[in-house]
């Protein structure tokens, strides 16, 4: 650990900058997809793998990196995982063909794994005091709550004034940077593995099965959730997994402890993300939609329309977040941030056609800042309170997977009941912004019940000690 005190908050914002840069590339892409489909002439089709490529290699190994991180050492991952993205960035905003580009976004999503399942390890290790840990997360939780609005915001920036290959491009100095800091400033790994070796065969099923589960996932609205494609890809998926828990269950040094999920904590912090990550994404990318195709703002309006969300985020990630959780604990402050952000979406809801920002827009965004802002650190304080040093990458992958999965099938099925009730509508003789607003307000309906469903699970089950030490795990 680190003695001397600002060096420690340096590493704390070295990190987070190399995780602002892995969450940003989940959204800033977007604004851009209508100008790489122009410059590089790609299909409707075959533009879907610009998102997906990225998806894919991120979802897929974010379990495998954080245990990796804690086998070999988390500064050691963080690194390489930053070399992988930097480069593949690189290779991005070089790219002058569809398949260069395609293979540059899985090598990035393949780094942006690695960074972010053990980034918040790091953090851990750095912060063992209840307090400063508590504001630390606040921060981190800060840049993976806001760092999805502010890239379409830079996205539709750099598109509008340079070109789409700056969105890629403006990562290689920030990449470097953090580089350098990172050597200089992040102690130096002393691994938690007791001479474990890497469960190859777990790692293996594991990968497959998140892989496959992914692409299902993001390839069910275009397919259709009943295909026979889609069902066959979720089968295997699911039997991959399947394999892959029995083969953890009897391996000496398994990949994934299954003795974690018998913590409360872990579990139903898990559980609360993948609700709120599917509720989250539904105000995310559905707002946008309905700000863009309801009301007709253009992208760099759009993200502007997020800031407030951003600014009050940050007010609370950034400093009165951890004075709550410090006076409440984790139970109080996850419930009412989680039922703030129900309400916001349920704002959203009841939205017209020809809605105004100042009364149907800004009251939801404010909602949600606040809802955010709050709930956010206490549940990620929560799911790594009961993993201990020895499991801590592995738990931050988990928790990163359940937000990743969470957010991907939800907006999959929530982009689907939208569809579904704009189909309807216009079947009905509605015009099409009718028919569009009254399928979004749908979803933000639902996006609003899981939210709620995650703040009685969360508030209810979740334990609220701060700092009680995880218990050690079973032998196998």
């Given amino acids: 650990m680190f003695d001397d005190v600002r060096k420690r908050w340096w590493a704390l914002y070295v990190l987070c900058s190399g995780v602002l840069m892995i969450v940003l590339d989940t959204t800033i892409v977007n604004v851009a997809l209508p100008s790489i489909r122009e410059d590089l002439e790609f299909t409707e089709t075959s533009l879907v793998w610009v998102v997906n490529a990225y998806m894919l290699t991120f979802g897929g190994f974010l379990l495998l990196g954080g245990r990796l991180g804690d086998l070999f050492g988390h500064r050691k991952l963080f690194l390489v995982g930053l070399i992988a993205f930097t480069v593949a960035s690189l290779g991005c905003g070089l790219a002058q063909t569809q398949f260069m580009l395609i293979v540059a976004r899985a090598l990035q999503g393949l780094g942006g794994a690695v960074v972010t399942a053990v980034a918040l390890s790091l953090i851990m290790d750095l912060f063992t005091e209840t307090g400063e840990r508590a504001k630390a997360m606040g921060i981190y939780g800060f840049v993976c709550s806001a760092g999805g609005s502010i890239g379409v915001l830079l996205g539709g920036f750099l598109t509008t004034t340079l070109n789409w290959h700056w969105i890629f491009l403006v990562n290689l100095p920030i990449g470097l940077a953090v580089y350098v800091a990172s050597t200089k400033l992040l102690p130096k790994d002393v691994p938690h593995s007791g001479g474990a070796k890497l469960d190859v065969a777990g790692a293996i099923t594991v990968t497959a099965s998140m892989m496959l589960a992914v692409y299902a996932i993001v390839n069910g609205e275009i397919l259709g959730w009943s295909s026979t494609a889609v069902l066959v890809m979720l089968g295997i998926a699911a039997a991959l997994l399947l394999a892959f828990l029995v083969i953890e269950s009897k391996v000496s040094h398994p990949l994934m402890p299954l003795g974690l999920f018998k913590r409360r904590n872990i579990a139903v912090a ?207």
């Avoid at 952000?341 to 105004?356: S, T």
């Fill in 270 to 476: 898990n559980v609360v993300g993948v609700l709120w990550a599917a509720a989250m994404f539904a105000w995310f990318f559905i707002s946008a939609l309905y700000l863009q195709l309801v009301l007709g703002y253009d992208a760099l309006r759009v993200g502007l329309c997020f800031l407030p969300a951003n600014l009050i985020m940050a007010a609370f990630s950034l400093g009165l977040s951890a004075k709550i959780v410090m006076k409440f604990g984790f139970r109080v402050p996850l419930f009412g941030g989680l039922i703030v952000a129900a309400a916001g979406l349920a704002w959203f809801a009841r939205a017209p056609v020809d809605g105004h920002f100042w009364f149907d827009v800004l009251p939801g965004m404010t909602l949600l800042g606040i809802g955010a802002g709050v709930a956010f650190n206490p549940l990620l304080l929560g799911a790594m309170s009961d993993a201990g040093t020895e499991n801590s990458g592995l738990a931050s992958g988990i928790m990163n997977t359940a937000f990743m999965m969470g957010g991907s099938l939800g907006l999959a099925i929530l982009a689907s009941v939208a569809a579904s009730r704009t189909e309807s509508l216009h079947a009905a003789g509605a015009t099409t912004q009718v028919a569009l607003n009254g399928g979004y307000q749908l979803a933000f309906v639902c996006g609003a019940l899981a939210a709620t469903a995650a703040a009685l699970l969360g508030g209810g089950l979740l334990r609220t000690r701060m700092d009680a030490a995880a218990p050690p795990m079973a032998p196998h």
